[in-house]
């Protein structure tokens, strides 16, 4: 069965310092998304992307964060200048249309130091 | 204030009954909700989808309610096996018509032999 893969399993970063988090959804797939689940709390929802625009994003998805569709295949999340609260697993997810499963990767652990 | 809330205390049953959790919202109207499955350290993986229109859904073992009324939804595992213990998650989607979805915070289910 097709997955969504996230790349790095784990990214440690020291604060201030820019990072990417890659994701591969679903390959026919149209509708992605990037969510993060602080250590013991909600899974949250940062930002969606269609048709290579955002579709909507959340309050914490600021000026720091920005997500890419660069080819085909991959869908990126980078943060420019981490911040110790930027700690988290951050899942990546896609789906087929609107009102659909949403099939999420295993996540990046990001470790802000 | 809108609220999506799941039993936060951990639900430990014996093997072959049948396990219900509880989500409630508050403020919302989604056309939708969505049941979760998380492992520890993985990503959420998708169990069942209920529309509005729908009273009940089931696959297998896993039956979801959906009453617009009480504004809750039931999910029912039934002749429950210790790899069923996981948290579950629902989401819905606050009529944004973007894919965004809101989670509770989950509840944790633990199965005994």
């Known amino acids: 069965e097709p997955e969504v893969t996230q790349t790095p399993s784990h990214q440690v970063t020291q604060m201030g310092q820019e990072v990417i988090l890659r994701c591969v959804p679903i390959?026919?797939?149209?509708?992605f998304y990037w969510y993060r689940q602080i250590l013991g709390q909600k899974v949250e929802f940062l930002v969606s992307f269609y048709n290579n625009e955002i579709s909507e994003k959340s309050e914490i998805f600021d000026d720091q964060f920005s997500v890419e569709r660069p080819d085909g295949s991959n869908f990126t999340l980078k943060i420019r200048s981490t911040k110790l609260e930027d700690s988290a697993m951050y899942f990546c997810?896609?789906?087929?249309?609107?009102?659909?499963?949403?099939?999420f990767g295993d996540g990046t652990r990001l470790s802000i130091l | 204030s809108q609220k999506i809330e799941q039993n936060s205390e951990a639900l430990n049953i014996q093997e072959g009954k049948t396990a219900t959790l509880t989500c409630n919202y508050t403020?919302?109207?989604?056309?939708?909700l969505q049941w979760y499955r998380q492992d520890p350290g993985r990503g959420p993986v998708f169990l069942l989808l209920?529309?509005?229109?729908?009273k009940e859904k089931r696959k297998e073992r896993l039956k979801v309610t959906f009453d617009t009324t009480l504004k809750q939804s039931l999910f029912h595992i039934t002749a429950s096996q210790p790899a069923d213990s996981a948290t579950y998650l629902c989401a819905l989607e606050p009529s944004s018509n973007t894919g965004k979805l809101i989670f509770g915070q989950g509840t944790t289910l633990q199965v005994k032999p």
């Open positions: 209920i529309r509005e229109n729908e």
């Open positions: 997810a896609s789906s087929e249309a609107l009102i659909q499963p949403q099939h």
């Open positions: 390959s026919n797939h149209l509708y």
């Open positions: 403020n919302y109207s989604p056309a939708y």
